[in-house]
């Protein structure tokens, strides 16, 4: 992977980020796979899909992140929950209890 400063044109950085991108892609399928395990673990305990304190807790930590990274947090709560959002749709759709 090169730095920003070492692509001396447009199709190298471009590249660059569509590796990035394939990187993100990635993790974000790993991310689900631990949301699987979640469902699993929820309907075993009985928990619902959206648990909002658990919300309110993963946002303000990926926002602390984004600050001291010097993103913008805004722009990654806005990302986050509707990555959360999507999450909490998945479990709803699949747990079931008895």
Known sequence: MLA???CPDMPTLRAQID?????LVQLLVKR???ID???EIKQE???PASIPARIEDVVAKVKATAESEGLDPVII???WRQLINWSIER???TIKYE
Do not use: V
């Not at 590796?19 to 990187?23: C, F, S, V, Y």
């Open 4 to 6: 920003p400063a070492d």
């Open 19 to 23: 590796a990035l991108d394939h990187e």
């Open 32 to 34: 689900a796979t631990y």
């Open 37 to 39: 395990r979640a469902i």
């Open 45 to 47: 305990a009985g928990l």
């Open 77 to 79: 709560e806005t990302l």
């Open 91 to 93: 479990e709803a759709q």
